[in-house]
């Protein structure tokens, strides 16, 4: 089974608070995505980073931000959840075109 | 951007029937890979196809790679309870970067 992990798993939080996912792999991939998933629904690619100091953002407008300051952390904020924000958050790293490992997912409400 | 539609959206069988996915790409891929998700749980990989017309066989599972490299299907053979979940095809885009396609969700019914 891959190394990658997400915390927390399940969360609820009020309008407004600013929450931080964390996302993190043991197996020294350069390459972190994170994908946005309603549930029964397809993945959509919300950030991706190639390497530290590297993000970029996916074809999915998100309000939230990432950072890569280590390879095998990448984190995902959010500054003022909201009720649309509400959805399962899935991580997952690979190396080049080898298979995306993935996390079991942060499932976010927002109430 | 690159679009990667699958068909049928839902799909419910019988158990013992067979079932199939298609997948299809609005660009050449330049591999494409499957993946299951069950139900709660987050995809697993199941298979990478690389060569224009490659099929691959994993016992009831068939995987085919079109062979314009555009299109893809997931064929099941004699459907178990265990197959269910939703099955995506995903191939990379021009940055590498992976877009997942619609996902086709099997319900089995005993």
């Known amino acids: 089974e891959a190394d990658i992990y997400q915390t927390p798993r399940y969360l609820v939080i009020g309008t407004g608070k600013k929450i931080t996912l964390e996302c993190s792999q043991t197996m020294g991939h350069d390459k972190m995505y994170w994908y946005q998933q309603d549930p029964g629904m397809e993945l959509h690619l919300i950030h991706y980073s190639y390497g530290v100091n590297s993000t970029e953002k996916g074809d999915l407008s998100s309000e939230s931000t990432v950072s890569r300051i280590r390879t095998e952390h990448f984190p995902l904020t959010l500054e003022s959840a909201r009720p649309s924000h509400t959805s399962q958050y899935l991580c997952?790293?690979?190396?080049?075109?080898?298979?995306?490992?993935f996390g079991n997912g942060t499932r976010l409400t927002v109430t | 951007g690159q679009q990667v539609m699958q068909i049928p959206q839902y799909q419910h069988v019988q158990e013992g029937e067979d079932f199939t996915t298609y997948c299809n790409s609005s660009t050449t891929l330049s591999n494409i890979q499957w993946y299951k998700q069950r139900p709660g749980g987050h995809p697993v990989f199941l298979i990478q196809?690389?060569?224009?017309?490659e099929v691959k066989k994993q016992k009831r599972l068939t995987f085919q790679f079109g062979e314009a490299k555009k299109n893809s299907s997931l064929h099941i053979t004699a459907t178990q309870t265990t197959d269910v979940g939703t099955y995506f095809c995903?191939?990379?885009?021009?940055?590498?970067?992976?877009?997942f396609g619609t996902g086709t969700s099997l319900t089995v019914i005993p």
């Open positions: 196809l690389v060569k224009s017309g």
């Open positions: 997952a790293s690979n190396e080049h075109r080898s298979p995306l490992h």
């Open positions: 995903a191939g990379p885009s021009t940055g590498n970067q992976f877009y």
